[in-house]
């Protein structure tokens, strides 16, 4: 994948977690165009954070977005059971349009 | 409530053709660029191919160029995949999605449909 996730990150109920997505100067460095998808087993994909860290209506506060540089992270504060699911980042590109990250499985212990 | 349906998906031999569709309904389609995003089994999201919401402009993953042609007829609120030439690597469930914007620029894929699945096997 052309943008580089942790494959898999854990946390205990309560805590925060923060997943990494790593891209270049061309991608991430240059736009804020990057997206974060929450995405159960068996379900489509669900868009949790727009623009770095703009939340579309009904998506929890505890869900929020930062970029520093070529990096850009998603962090889920107060941790839940329901949030255990497989996360992707996407961003914008100038030579590829668009590219999604490999995908982080986050388990809640 | 906004709804994309997918349909059109089925088994193919390699070298084969297949055309998806992705009925719309519940927004003013022309406004909104769309794309197909595709998951092999087990694996990852790759984004495939987008329109902007006028249909002037179509853009294709490197991976597909030259064999998937997207396109859209805003009249009847349907989005298409046109897919030749289709190769194993091509198995997967293909995802069509409502972009929060005119432009395809991944600002955001705010609404997906449920898959279709399209498996390329001799």
């Known amino acids: 994948s052309a943008l580089t996730q942790p494959a898999s990150v854990s946390g205990s109920p309560g805590q925060s977690i923060t997943i990494s997505c790593t891209g270049t100067s061309s991608d991430i460095g240059s736009f804020n165009l990057v997206s974060w998808y929450q995405q159960r087993p068996g379900e489509a994909p669900r868009l949790i954070l727009y623009e770095v860290n703009k939340r579309p209506s009904g998506v929890s506060g505890r869900f929020s977005g930062f970029r520093s540089g070529s990096t850009a992270s998603l962090t889920i504060s107060g941790l839940q059971a329901e949030d255990e699911a497989d996360y992707y980042c996407c961003s914008y590109s100038p030579t590829t349009t668009v590219d999604f990250g490999g995908g982080t499985k986050l388990t809640v212990l | 409530e906004i709804q994309l349906l997918e349909s059109g998906g089925g088994l193919v031999q390699p070298g084969g053709s297949l055309t998806l569709s992705c009925a719309v309904s519940?927004?003013?389609?022309?406004?909104?660029?769309m794309s197909w995003v595709r998951q092999a089994p087990g694996k990852g999201l790759e984004w495939v191919s987008g329109?902007?919401?006028?249909?002037?402009?179509?853009y294709h993953a490197d991976s597909v160029k030259g064999r998937f042609s997207i396109s859209r007829a805003n009249s009847k609120n349907t989005l298409y995949l046109q897919m030749k030439s289709l190769r194993v690597e091509d198995t997967a469930l293909y995802y069509c999605?409502?972009?929060?914007?005119?432009?395809?620029?991944?600002?955001?894929?705010?609404?997906w449909g449920q898959g279709i699945l399209v498996t390329v096997s001799s």
């Open positions: 999605a409502k972009d929060i914007a005119e432009v395809v620029a991944a600002v955001g894929f705010e609404i």
């Open positions: 519940g927004l003013s389609f022309s406004n909104y660029a």
């Open positions: 329109v902007s919401g006028s249909g002037g402009s179509t």
